[in-house]
């Protein structure tokens, strides 16, 4: 939006020649110069204050996408392809190594799932990797501890997909097996030791007593 300035208007006392006019145009041109040369330094401030990627866009913005195919031998709908599948392998990627990390002796390497773009280049668009969800024979307290690995790994991605949901759901119910068993383990421990002791009390009967043994005592 522009703004109007309204003309100075200069008083002439009578009696007095009124001055020359002056011309202002030289006085607009060097405002004029100024202005410009004031632009340009916010400009260039401006321009050293760009992050890499916002100078980058602004490079690929101002080429055509002839220049842009000469550079990379791609268009730039090719271009874009290659950004996105970039992008996907790098979502894919941290996925199944948060899986593997997680898990640790339970999980085995992550493998993945490949699709060539058009630089003829692989970009991973999909992986897996496969975990030791199996109960501890014998043992339902080291069941528990491994079946809490196998949660947490099958959770450990930023966003867990179905499957990965599906396997934390599957390790909580073995979870929940192996604490039964191991409660009844613990109840049959305590129902042992209180059998021992009440044979330890009272447990043996004694033989019949001599009568002749008995002796009253009389006050």
Known sequence: MSSIVPESQTVIPVGETAPATVDSSPLLSMSGDLLAALQGEDGEDNKENRSPLEAQQETKSSKSAKEIADETGLTPEEEAQVDKLKERDQEVRAHEQ??????GQYAGAPTYDYQTGPDNRQYAVGGEVKIDTAPVPGDPAATIDKMD?????ALAPAEPSGQDRAVASQAAQKRTEAQTELNAQKQAERNGESADENQADGGIV????????VINLFA
């Not at 004694?206 to 043994?213: H, K």
């Open 98 to 103: 948060a899986h593997a990390l997680v898990g």
């Open 149 to 153: 690995i196998v949660i947490k790994a």
């Open 206 to 213: 004694p033989s019949t007593v001599d009568p002749s043994a």
